[in-house]
């Protein structure tokens, strides 16, 4: 059974910079798509960014694409998100998730694809 724990989420001011870490375990190869989703207080699961763990392409939402980056520790089993330049906009519950593949499906970000989530880290940005 995947596993993912994420931790890294708090309170910064507009413009500021977090990172997340989510702590995989429970697999055992790196046939695996993992990603960064977030939810909003009324609104709906939005992924914002993805990796193919084997081969470390990545995709982005265009909501945060230049100011937040995706990477992996194979070592440590850990996937990141680098999130900078944060806009209250930003504000929300943010959740690793992870699928078997690799491949990015069609709509890669849309939440319905995968499998795996980890319980969520608050991040709140104020203006």
């Known amino acids: 059974q995947v596993q993912l724990v994420e931790s890294g989420g708090g309170s910064v001011e507009s413009g500021g910079s977090l990172r997340l870490s989510c702590v995989a375990s429970?697999?055992?190869?790196?046939?695996?798509?993992m990603g960064w989703f977030r939810q909003a207080p009324g609104k709906e699961h939005e992924g914002i960014a993805l990796?193919?763990?084997?081969?470390?392409?990545?995709t982005y939402a265009d909501s945060i694409k230049g100011r937040f980056t995706i990477s992996q520790d194979n070592a440590e089993n850990t996937l990141y998100l680098q999130m900078n330049s944060l806009k209250p906009e930003d504000t929300a519950i943010y959740y690793c998730?992870?699928?078997?593949?690799?491949?990015?499906?069609?709509?890669?970000?849309?939440?319905?694809?995968?499998?795996?989530w980890g319980q969520g880290t608050q991040v709140t940005v104020s203006s």
């Open positions: 998730a992870a699928k078997p593949g690799v491949v990015f499906p069609p709509r890669p970000l849309s939440p319905a694809w995968y499998t795996y």
């Open positions: 429970g697999y055992t190869d790196s046939r695996f798509l």
């Open positions: 990796m193919i763990i084997s081969t470390g392409n990545t």
